[in-house]
């Protein structure tokens, strides 16, 4: 039996998870469903998380979270039979190297351009993978929020939907806040609503940047080193 076509995929403990189908592009087009789904992972999926991967027929696992946290928490898909698995970290997140009191849109430009030849490795990767394919942080929200973003925006999605699609994390999560604050777990060691949180105003600026900078995502790849050919593949992804 097929997977039903849903945009938000509800998991054990993989949290904030939604297919980046289904979004009207500008040539009148439609991204599909089954292609992409971005996700946080704070806890090792269950098993049941990863029967319902498997249903949904993922093969490759894009990780996004620091260097540092994919030795502290070692990935459940690293050496899975059933998935292809790349850690790519496009920004370093945990108590000791973030910074409370930076406003998250200059996080988010700090990561594309002090990560970007790992931004530049995860287009060349994405050009590259068999679908359907699924990449996450540890919360779904930034990393995988800039990474949703600029694939939508490569697929020809109005700017619109990129900011509705990034804006819907925060409601997603915030009963996962609840519950581990509540439970005095540790995962959430923030208290900056900005931080956790997902203000439009964040990735809009963030685009905004690109925009002015590089002239748009395309600009941005091209001048971190991603192939024309690569940026074509990547841009019909989702199409």
């Known amino acids: ?24 592009c500008k040539d009148g087009t439609v991204t599909q469903f089954g292609r992409m ?5 704070p806890r090792d999926p269950t098993p049941k998380d990863m029967e319902t991967l498997a249903e ?36 370093e997140v945990n108590p000791a190297v973030t910074d409370s009191t930076q406003m998250l849109k200059d996080i988010y430009i700090n990561s594309i351009e002090k990560y970007s030849q790992n931004y530049a490795r995860a287009f060349k990767t994405l050009a590259a993978i068999e679908t359907p ?27 619109e939907d990129i900011i509705a699609d990034y804006q819907v994390s925060g409601t997603y999560l915030s009963p996962f806040y609840k519950r581990e604050l509540e439970n005095d777990t540790g995962l959430i060691w923030e208290n900056n609503d900005d931080h956790l949180l997902s203000d439009a105003k964040n990735i809009a600026l963030l685009h905004d940047y690109i925009a002015e900078k590089y002239g ?16 074509e593949k990547v841009s019909g992804l989702l199409l």
């Open 216 to 231: 748009g995502v395309q600009g941005y790849l091209k001048a971190v080193g991603v192939a024309a050919d690569d940026i």
């Open 37 to 41: 789904l971005r996700c946080g992972i």
């Open 56 to 91: 949904r027929g993922i093969k490759t696992v894009i990780d996004l979270r620091g260097d540092l946290e994919a030795v502290e928490r070692p990935s459940a898909f690293m050496g899975h039979r059933d998935f292809t698995y790349h850690q790519i970290s496009l920004l």
């Open 133 to 159: 394919a699924l990449f996450h942080c540890f919360l779904g929200k930034d990393r995988t929020g800039i990474l949703a973003s600029m694939l939508l925006d490569l697929a020809g999605v109005c700017r």
């Open 1 to 24: 039996m097929p997977a039903p076509i849903q945009r938000r995929i509800a998991f054990e403990n993989i949290i904030n998870c939604r297919d980046l189908g289904g979004y009207p």
